[in-house]
Structures are given as structure tokens and as C-alpha cells.
């Protein structure tokens, strides 16, 4: 997958991830760089605790694997942001 398409990928799943979870998102640059961590993360829990393909491209079973990995990095963000905050 080219970096175009790991770039548009990111910017969409967490732009979603960010809306499921904060109903805000968290800025252009803060949704790609969570959504391509996201998919990183989406693909490893898919690939080794559901024997799933993970991230394979720009379609939509890889967008699904990135929106939850992007909620798993969102939900673990806000935790050590507000943690931070306190």
C-alpha cells in the first residue's frame, strides 16, 4: 500500500474513530497520525487474536480493522492525556 493511500486511510479512520468516541475530532494532522497507528494496532489485534487478514489495502474490511485500532489508540490516548491533566 502506498503512502497516499496509508495517508487517506488514516485521515478517514480516524476522523470516525474520533467522532465514535469524543463526538469532536482531534485536529487534521492528531486523525491521520491516530488513524495510522490505528491501523497498525487494528491490524495486529485482527491478525494475531482472530487469525484475520488485517490492513490489505484501500477497501472497506481494511477500514473497519483501522477504525477499531484507532479507537483502541483513541481510548489510550485520552487515558494518558487526562491522566497527564490531573
Known amino acids: 500500500m502506498g ?16 467522532k465514535l468516541i469524543n463526538k469532536t475530532g482531534e485536529g487534521l ?12 494496532v487494528g491490524g495486529f489485534i485482527f491478525t494475531h487474536f ?3 487478514a488485517g490492513v490489505t489495502g484501500l477497501n472497506i474490511p481494511s477500514l473497519f480493522v483501522a477504525v477499531v485500532g ?14 497527564r491533566a490531573l
Open 3 to 18: 503512502i497516499l493511500a496509508w495517508l487517506v486511510l488514516g485521515l478517514v479512520s480516524g476522523f470516525i474513530a474520533s
Open 50 to 52: 482472530f487469525g484475520a
Open 70 to 83: 484507532a479507537v483502541v489508540v483513541l481510548l489510550a490516548y485520552h487515558m494518558i492525556v487526562r491522566r
Open 29 to 40: 494532522v492528531m486523525d491521520i497520525v491516530l488513524g495510522i497507528v490505528g491501523a497498525f
